[in-house]
Nanobody, 128 residues
Framework: GPAAGVWGGLVQPGGSLTLSCTVS????????IGWFRQAPGKEREGISC????????YYADSVKGRFTISRDNGKNMAYLTMNSLRVEDTAVYYC??????????????????????WGKGTLVTVSS
């Protein structure tokens, strides 16, 4: 599997999947970590972000209540636990870091601007 990136897969609607993330060459413990996704034919969407402090989080309305972001600074890892998956969650998922402690949310949307470090994307397919 990838040394740096996101582990994904195939899951049925209503199912769950946890994505794991590392970013090569970056000590994630020092920085905010965000998750983005891009579905076929759609714009990239910022879906979640977690501050370095591990307490402050952001979720897009499309995933709020279903997805949970977390981090393990000791392992230099971040996670996105996805529950109640829907067909419309099918997308390539990316983790990213701005290289600073906090996430940038503009007009309610997580900004990819300033996300200088990106993990490799992986396809998550929700299908029966």
């Amino acid at each position: 599997g990838p040394a740096a990136g996101v582990w994904g897969g195939l899951v049925q609607p209503g199912g769950s999947l946890t994505l794991s993330c590392t970013v090569s060459g970056l000590n994630l413990a020092n920085y905010a970590i965000g998750w983005f996704r891009q579905a076929p034919g759609k714009e990239r969407e910022g879906i979640s972000c977690i501050h370095r402090n591990t307490r402050d989080t952001y979720y897009a309305d499309s995933v709020k209540g279903r997805f949970t972001i977390s981090r393990d600074n000791g392992k230099n890892m971040a996670y996105l636990t996805m529950n109640s998956l829907r067909v419309e969650d099918t997308a390539v998922y990316y983790c990213a870091s701005p290289g600073v402690a906090g996430c940038t949310v503009v007009a309610g949307d997580l900004s990819a601007y300033g996300m200088d470090y990106w993990g490799k994307g992986t396809l998550v397919t929700v299908s029966s």
